[in-house]
């Protein structure tokens, strides 16, 4: 079993920034990969950003150039730095990692992001 919790969500005006953080109750060195979702209302949830554990990443094209996944397996954490954030990048954002042997899927709880306009 797998504990992630996520942190940092909230309000900011279009163009600003947020730094979303993901802790694991695990090794996060151990899991095959990392991943951002969003889920905005009345949408279907997508993947936003990925991590490979050897560090490879992946963004959905929308976000590509405005964020940015990393890790730190020294803290267990990973993190979505959000810049030049847009009124539709509104959703609640969920952390999700992918390990073991039968590649089991964990979640997180969300954390909500709201762009005002």
């Known amino acids: 079993q797998v504990l992630l919790v996520e942190s940092g969500g909230g309000l900011v005006q279009a163009g600003g920034s947020l730094r979303l953080s993901c802790l694991a109750s695990?090794?996060?060195?151990?899991?095959?990969?990392m991943a951002w979702y969003r889920q905005a209302p009345g949408k279907q949830r997508e993947l936003v950003a990925n991590?490979?554990?050897?560090?490879?990443?992946d963004y959905t094209n929308s976000v590509k150039g405005r964020f940015a996944i990393s890790r730190d397996n020294d803290k267990n954490t990973v993190y979505l730095k959000m810049n030049s954030l847009k009124p539709e990048d509104t959703a609640v954002y969920y952390c999700?990692?992918?390990?073991?042997?039968?590649?089991?899927?964990?979640w997180g709880q969300g954390t909500q992001v709201i762009v005002s306009a």
């Open positions: 991590v490979t554990n050897s560090g490879t990443t």
């Open positions: 999700s990692v992918m390990t073991g042997p039968l590649l089991s899927v964990y």
């Open positions: 695990g090794s996060i060195d151990k899991f095959n990969s």
